[in-house]
């Protein structure tokens, strides 16, 4: 069974630093690229980073690029975001995706990010 869980969301201040994590089973972890989404309230799902499946080849929204840090540890099948210097903007539902010949297969429930004061 093919799964994908979030974990590290939360209520943050502007400013500050979260890490979120994706964990991954069921499927060859490793022959997937991986992306990172996010949904704020009332708005569409947008890309915010993603890791080709070897060699760490990153890319990112101009909106994160400097902030935001995509990883993958393929011998653990995670894939991880280091988000720093959040900003009210960054208000959404984070989503974990995997990637296959440009195809979003699959896709975890997603994690509440919150940044307020």
């Known amino acids: 069974q093919v799964q994908l869980v979030e974990s590290g969301g939360g209520l943050v201040q502007p400013g500050g630093s979260l890490t979120l994590s994706c964990a991954a089973s069921?499927?060859?972890?490793?022959?997937?690229?991986m992306s990172w989404y996010r949904q704020a309230p009332g708005k569409e799902r947008e890309l915010v980073a993603a890791?080709?499946?070897?060699?760490?080849?990153?890319n990112y929204a101009d909106s994160v690029k400097g902030r935001f840090t995509i990883s993958r540890d393929n011998a653990k099948t995670t894939v991880t975001l280091q988000m720093n210097s959040l900003k009210p903007e960054d208000t959404a539902v984070y989503y974990c995706?995997?990637?296959?010949?440009?195809?979003?297969?699959?896709w975890g429930q997603g994690t509440q990010v919150t940044v307020s004061s």
């Open positions: 890791i080709a499946r070897i060699g760490g080849s990153t």
């Open positions: 069921g499927f060859t972890f490793s022959s997937f690229a």
């Open positions: 995706s995997a990637v296959r010949r440009g195809v979003n297969v699959y």
